[in-house]
């Protein structure tokens, strides 16, 4: 098909009505709107205010993920589970719920969780300070009124205690060992204060580590020793720990507040988005202008809405003019059949406005493709059977929606081929299968060659069209339709030898390609130029052997399906388990095959589509539609 036309819309409007008629559009879907050249057209601009809605969104989103769900679900219960659905009517009546309250009662519990968990490691901080000076039983008390004598607790490397105990042999000094551990050793140190000097010049020629217990005296009661305060921190974590599990229980008794939470977080999402497409208006002291497109099909439905909205409002709605081309969305239009085809051409980039949309020509040729890469029919019917469930149980909406549809005919695909030229799960069904690459691959590779020489030949003749409709009339026909007439020529007349007719055909593509391929006035610059091009055919070749991947694809899926059935049988002939293991290994092993089959057959299908098709004729770049619309991340909004 082609790319649907659009029209230029215009609407003048009373600046009091100007959110809410965006708001309406919202609920349409079917109006994108552009910024205005506000100076230009000396206009006034609103730059949206949106920081407020990004604080509360972030606000509310991290609660929602906070939350325990009402109902958990896991696993493919939770991947198959529907998004609420609420009337797009109920948006203002959401907002009245009191969110502000909840999140905020929410946040102080979360904030005073934090202090205490804050409070617990810190105490564990001192926990491991302490640890090591639990076999210091003594009073801590008892270190401290000292008036002559210095007292020091000193961590030490293991080491180096012994070259520190013979140092202090000589002084009069006391040096007993707290507790000695691998690498460090903890010693209380008591020396009279006269020997300050001499007994800390004797530290200096160590690493040394002080370790000061004074913070801990005006705690003390009585004759408390380190055991004691270990005892004692440990009875405030568990007092803490308790004040968390009941701030905890707290937290989660919000769980119901979850849904109400997701339908609002999407409220002030749409606001948001609501209050970014008005400040696109140009605005006057009482009226506001707003300017995008439409698509036409949907022109005459918008303006009966906007009709029906109010009579203060005025539309035009009218053909761009020429000089609007670059900024005109692209909307592709194919039936409905091949519209989940559609995503291969978004994952490229959609074509420019005026070119042509590949979307119909490429869908049977990935359609095959695929087929013929995976070429095993149980994998498509699980493809079918689980992407139409997921279409039927989730009812995704949009890209979602289209790309487990192209999953679908992929199964099909899959199933056909499968059943011509491979199997179903590793089991061929010998009376309808055509060719067998793996017992003879080379009619499997004439047939992936001739499929690829088929699409390279479609390329050619789009690339005619796309110049002849450029006005480059003579280089479409002569060059471009040269290369039509050479190669199927040239093919023929080597494989069948004759009749005459085709070398003719030949030498008159060479001629048009040789002439006209450049644009020189002087002959021998354009017969030369000619030639050159003439070399041009090796392109044609190179990308008609690219299809050879179609063969090698093909064959690995259906070699490791087979390796897996011999596999299964080896597991089956073992006593009692055999049948267990061998369920697991066919199981396990096609859904293994399953998954890198589709994927390379995906991926490699794609590039032949990229590369060797889009290569000669497709222009992409072109703007994608995007109306302004209700977001739906946690919840649907319905009309």
Not at 12 to 20: A, F, K, M, V
Not at 137 to 163: A, H, W
Not at 429 to 453: E, H, R, T
Not at 497 to 523: C, D, E, H, M, Y
Request: net charge neutral; with cysteine; proline share 6%.
């Amino acid at each position: 098909m082609a790319i649907a036309p659009v029209k230029r819309m215009e609407v003048l409007l009373p600046r009091t009505e100007l959110e809410g008629f965006v708001s309406y559009l919202q609920e349409l879907e079917i109006a994108q709107l552009d910024p205005l050249p506000y100076e230009e057209l000396e206009l006034a601009s609103s730059p949206a205010e949106l920081t407020e809605y990004e604080r509360w969104l972030g606000r509310i989103n991290h609660l929602i993920q906070s939350l325990p769900e009402t109902e958990p679900r896991k696993g493919l219960e939770k991947l198959l589970t529907p998004k609420p659905k609420y009337s797009a009517s109920l948006r203002r009546v959401l907002l009245d719920y009191s969110y502000q309250k909840v999140v905020e009662d929410y946040e102080a519990l979360e904030s005073k969780r934090a202090q205490l968990s804050q409070n617990i490691k810190q105490i564990e901080k001192e926990e491991e300070f302490l640890k090591p000076l639990l076999l210091l039983d003594v009073p801590l008390l008892s270190l401290t009124g000292f008036n002559r004598c210095q007292l020091r607790i000193i961590e030490v490397k293991r080491e180096d205690l012994e070259t520190l105990k013979e140092q202090l042999t000589d002084q009069p000094a006391v040096l007993s060992v707290i507790e000695a551990k691998k690498n460090l050793a903890y010693i209380l140190v008591i020396y009279h204060q006269s020997l300050k000097e001499e007994v800390e010049a004797i530290f200096s020629g160590f690493k040394l580590t002080y370790i000061s217990l004074e913070p801990y005296f005006s705690r003390l009661r009585g004759d408390e020793k380190v055991s004691d305060l270990l005892v004692e921190l440990d009875q405030q974590k568990s007092g803490l720990r308790e004040e968390i599990n009941e701030l905890e229980k707290q937290m989660a008794s919000f769980a119901v507040h979850r849904p109400s939470l997701m339908a609002v977080y999407d409220v002030l999402l749409n606001e948001k988005q609501k209050l970014a497409a008005a400040s696109l208006a140009g605005l006057t002291e009482k009226t506001a202008w707003l300017a995008g497109w439409v698509p036409a099909a949907r022109a005459d439905y918008l303006a009966g809405k906007i009709n029906q909205y109010s009579q203060d409002i005025y539309l035009e709605l009218r053909e761009p003019k020429p000089e609007e081309k670059d900024e005109m969305p692209v909307i592709l239009d194919n039936p409905p059949l091949l519209k989940p085809f559609e995503v291969i051409t978004d994952l490229y980039g959609l074509p420019q406005p005026g070119t042509i949309d590949p979307t119909i020509y490429l869908a049977p040729f990935f359609f095959v493709f695929v087929g013929l890469c995976l070429s095993e029919g149980g994998y498509g019917l699980v493809m079918s059977l689980l992407s139409l469930f997921y279409i039927k149980k989730v009812e995704p909406k949009g890209g979602t929606r289209q790309f487990m549809l192209l999953l679908f005919y992929l199964g099909i695909s899959n199933m056909i081929f499968g059943t011509l030229f491979g199997g179903w799960f590793g089991f061929p069904i010998k009376p309808l299968v055509l060719i067998d690459p793996i017992a003879d691959p080379i009619p499997y590779l004439i047939l992936s060659l001739a499929l690829g020489f088929i699409q390279v030949m479609l390329s050619t003749f789009l690339s005619l069209v796309r110049d002849f409709k450029k006005g480059n009339k003579v280089t479409a026909i002569a060059v471009k339709g040269g290369w039509l007439l050479l190669l199927p020529s040239l093919l023929f007349y080597f494989l069948l030898k004759q009749p005459p007719i085709l070398g003719i055909l030949a030498l008159i593509g060479t001629a048009g390609i040789v002439f006209f391929s450049s644009s020189s006035r002087n002959i021998f610059a354009r017969f030369f130029s000619g030639l050159y091009a003439l070399y041009g055919i090796t392109s044609y070749f190179s990308d008609t052997l690219s299809y050879s991947r179609l063969l090698a694809l093909g064959l690995s899926t259906g070699v490791i399906a087979m390796v897996v059935n011999s596999l299964v049988q080896i597991a089956w002939g073992f006593p009692v388990v055999g049948w267990i293991i061998g369920i697991l290994i066919f199981a396990g092993g096609h859904l293994f095959n399953l998954a890198i089959g589709l994927l390379g057959g995906f991926v490699h299908s794609m590039r032949l589509q990229f590369v060797e098709f889009f290569g000669r004729f497709y222009e992409a770049g072109g703007k994608p539609f995007q109306p302004v619309k209700l977001v739906n991340k946690y919840i649907e909004f319905i009309r």
